[in-house]
């Protein structure tokens, strides 16, 4: 419905270039790399933190991570020209170009099994009753973020085909800010529901959750899965210098033969290296967007 290699010889060549390179670090002494908040703050900076480190290596200048507090934040960054790359989810990536934020995605990740996309799920409990959605009338639903791909727009746009207006049809519909955070809500029974994203048998927050020992991931099964979504992008601003955009996509797509433990660490060996990517890739996201949003607008 919806929806990832330069070799050494490219970091040799940016190297006996030192010219343009020196010419952008003076304009950047700086470079704030993004997260959007799938995991919870923690999770993120022991994920991302070595991978800036290897951006500040390999492009020779400091590279801040900065831990969003939710979606937005990222989009609105961007917008703002305040961050100059971003992991986004594919929903946020859309609203980021929706609202005007020049930007580029560049890298895709890409599965095991060499497929660029993934599901939104609906997980319950594994001792509750509940069979599908319909069972689920006057219970509460838990979903991610407004902007969330998987946790909130796929879920709403299915849940339509259905004929269920999830305001109308729950008891309550409870904003839990990431995805652990709805697995967490469902496990303490916050919630009766809960959407999250789900790549294949192998790979999913929830088993990421598991390896972390934050649940076990047999005390929940999945009750929905919705159609494939393309595959979460990286991006930077598009009024970054040529010689640095080149700069920072060869470091991203050659981490993985560059160091492959790191990578290894980054993805929890769950992931292919990543491929280029371009904005085309997410116009059907930007149409789900927008079909989204004309549902809120029904309902206000």
Same mark, same amino acid.
């Given at each position: ?7 050494? !010889? ?23 790399? %993004?997260?959007?908040? &799938? ?37 609105? !960054?961007?917008? &703002? ?10 929903? %946020? ?13 560049? &890298? ?6 060499? +497929? ?31 902007? +969330? ?8 746009? %299915? ?17 839990? !800010? ?123």
């Amino acid at each position: 419905m919806f929806r990832r290699r330069h070799l050494l !010889g490219a970091a040799a060549a940016l190297a006996a270039t030192p010219a343009p390179a020196q010419s952008w670090r003076g304009q950047f002494p700086e470079l704030v790399f %993004a997260v959007i908040p &799938a995991e919870n703050a923690q999770g993120v900076i022991n994920r991302y933190t070595p991978f800036t480190e290897h951006l500040a290596r390999v492009l020779g200048t400091k590279v801040t991570l900065r831990v969003a507090n939710d979606y937005a934040a990222v989009v609105e !960054g961007q917008r &703002a020209g305040n961050i100059h790359i971003a992991a986004y989810g594919p929903s %946020a990536f859309a609203r980021a170009l929706m609202t005007g934020a020049q930007i580029e995605a560049f &890298a895709i990740e890409v599965n095991q099994d060499g +497929s660029k996309g993934y599901y939104s799920v609906f997980y319950v409990r594994k001792d509750s009753p509940f069979q599908k959605i319909e069972d689920l009338r006057g219970k509460n639903l838990g979903l991610v973020d407004p902007n +969330s791909t998987s946790g909130n727009n796929v879920p709403r746009f %299915a849940m339509n085909r259905m004929g269920i207006n999830p305001e109308q049809f729950f008891g309550r519909v409870v904003y839990t !800010g990431s995805h652990e955070n709805a697995v967490i809500a469902l496990q303490q029974g916050t919630v009766d529901v809960a959407a999250n994203w789900w790549n294949d048998e192998q790979e999913s927050n929830l088993l990421r959750m598991a390896r972390k020992n934050m649940v076990k991931a047999e005390d929940f099964r999945i009750i929905f899965r919705s159609d494939q979504i393309v595959n979460s992008p990286m991006a930077y601003l598009a009024t970054l210098p040529a010689e640095l955009k080149s700069a920072i996509r060869a470091a991203v797509l050659d981490l993985p033969q560059r160091d492959p433990a790191l990578f290894e660490r980054l993805t929890d060996g769950k992931q292919r290296p990543w491929e280029p990517t371009d904005n085309a890739a997410y116009q059907p996201i930007i149409e789900l967007n927008r079909f989204v949003d004309g549902l809120r607008r029904q309902r206000s």
